[in-house]
């Protein structure tokens, strides 16, 4: 079965520092990645994902990831942290890439806090 | 850019009421989801809807559990009794086609008392 984890459950960072947020799954089969943003009191947020192609995927509010096959890794990352960036991050697969409906697999969050 | 709306933002019930949530997913998307997220949980899936039927469930899904598209625009969750234990944050979403995104609506909060 499809799994994703997120090793922190919590990352602080300074105003204007790099940030990155880890991620690892396990998958059988090629992997769907993304990675979704949840602000207080407040949906799902698309960030990013990775299907295939270039292992560097940007995505809204400067923030990239990069995949790495070898250490089944798809850590987020982001060159210069802004206190906006305080939220809860998300790790997902897709559960399957043969099912057209197939659901997403959400790893257990990490609360980013970003100090000015 | 569209959205993907739910109504309403937040439910109070008490246990043993029926419930229904709504969702108004984008219009052109043709796989529906429902998503619950327990209050510091992670987000965990509950069922996938594709064209009239439903595509997959989770063993959270229990007869208790409906969905329904009624009207080609809304796409409804429905508990029948509501427990203590169903008291969650309900996330529906939307895609397009397999390997789209899926967007997710706001989420409404379900409070059962």
């Known amino acids: 079965a499809q799994s994703v984890a997120q090793p922190e459950d919590q990352v602080n960072v300074a105003e204007g520092n790099p940030l990155t947020v880890k991620c690892t799954y396990s998958?059988?089969?090629?992997?769907?990645l993304f990675w979704y943003v949840q602000y207080p009191n407040r949906g799902l947020q698309f960030l990013l994902k990775?299907?295939?192609?270039?292992?560097l995927v940007k995505g809204s509010y400067g923030f990239e990831a990069e995949f790495n096959k070898s250490q089944t890794s798809f850590h987020l990352k982001k060159p210069s942290a802004l206190v906006s960036d305080s939220a809860l991050y998300f790790c997902?697969?897709?559960?399957?890439?043969?099912?057209?409906?197939?659901?997403?697999?959400f790893g257990s969050g990490t609360r980013l806090s970003i100090r000015p | 850019e569209p959205e993907v709306t739910q109504t309403p933002s937040h439910q109070v019930t008490q246990m043993g009421q029926e419930v229904i949530l709504r969702c108004v997913p984008i219009?052109?998307?043709?796989?529906f989801y429902w998503y619950r997220q327990i209050l510091g949980q992670k987000v965990e899936f509950l069922v996938s809807?594709?064209?009239?039927?439903?595509?997959?469930k989770s063993e959270i899904f229990d007869d208790q559990f409906s969905v329904e598209r009624p009207d080609g625009s809304n796409f409804t969750l429905k508990i029948r009794s509501t427990k203590l234990e169903d008291s969650a944050m309900y996330f529906c979403?939307?895609?397009?086609?397999?390997?789209?995104?899926?967007?997710f609506g706001p989420g409404t909060r379900l409070t059962v008392l």
């Open positions: 997902a697969v897709r559960d399957s890439v043969y099912s057209s409906a197939s659901k997403i697999i």
């Open positions: 998958v059988s089969g090629n992997p769907y």
């Open positions: 990775y299907i295939t192609g270039d292992n």
């Open positions: 219009s052109n998307h043709l796989y």
């Open positions: 809807f594709y064209n009239n039927e439903i595509s997959e």
């Open positions: 979403a939307g895609t397009l086609g397999s390997t789209d995104t899926q967007y």
